[in-house]
């Protein structure tokens, strides 16, 4: 099964900081992967898709790149409400796997 | 707008079975897409269990494929989860989530439900 290892796997930043979550899969995916936020007591949301799509009604200020075998979903200007944590999840091939998650807190 | 709902116990005893069911609406089970399970340990993360297309063919993840079946009711509009010989380490919230024929994603998913193995 295609490892994705995830850092970090928390961090606190303030509103307004720009912030950074990276995904390293454990052989090459090309681009499909996929990021997604999740908030206490629900399901996760998909916030980006094939590594730097903007899934539809999520706000600009999310954004996804790869390099090689490293993803990178940055948020360029943490709002109040993207405190919760994030994971990504490989959809290259079977089993479908998720980094481990990292919650992003308040400083 | 596609909704899914898990239903099934919340309780399950060791060695014992569990059983889910996720009830689609606001479209077809017969669509042209996959129909999943994840799951997610109290304070852990996500664990993706496996999937099911209309047809019934089925991908299952490698860790869990002997305890797993998966199946659709298409006249219910409906797919369930039973997981066999449940353990403690089987505790989790379960999800039922759609998968996305192009982005090849989770892209709707229930609200989720808590199960317990415990006597």
């Known amino acids: 099964a295609i490892q994705m290892t995830q850092s970090p796997s928390s961090l606190s930043a303030s509103v307004g900081d720009r912030v950074t979550i990276t995904c390293r899969a454990s052989q090459g995916i090309r681009n499909d992967l996929g990021w997604y936020q999740q908030k206490p007591g629900k399901a996760p949301k998909l916030l980006i898709y094939a590594a730097s799509s903007l899934q539809s009604g999520v706000p600009s200020r999310f954004s996804g790149s790869r390099s090689g075998t490293d993803f990178t979903l940055t948020i360029s200007s943490l709002q109040p409400e993207d405190f919760a944590t994030y994971y990504c999840?490989?959809?290259?091939?079977?089993?479908?796997?998720f980094g481990q998650g990292t919650k992003v807190e308040i400083k | 707008q596609v909704r899914l709902q898990e239903s099934g116990p919340g309780l399950v005893k060791p060695s014992g079975t569990l059983s889910l069911t996720c009830a689609v609406s606001?479209?077809?089970?017969?669509?042209?897409?996959?129909w999943s399970w994840v799951r997610q340990p109290p304070g852990k993360g996500l664990e993706w269990i496996g999937e099911i297309y209309h047809s019934g063919s089925t991908n299952y993840n490698p860790s869990l494929k002997s305890r797993v079946t998966i199946s659709v009711d298409k006249s219910r509009n409906q797919f369930s989860l039973n997981l066999s010989s449940v353990t403690a380490a089987d505790t989790a919230v379960y999800y039922c989530?759609?998968?996305?024929?192009?982005?090849?994603?989770?892209?709707?998913w229930g609200q989720g439900t808590l199960v317990t193995v415990s006597s």
């Open positions: 606001g479209g077809s089970i017969s669509s042209n897409n996959w």
């Open positions: 999840l490989q959809d290259y091939n079977y089993p479908r796997t």
């Open positions: 989530a759609k998968v996305d024929t192009t982005m090849d994603l989770f892209d709707y």
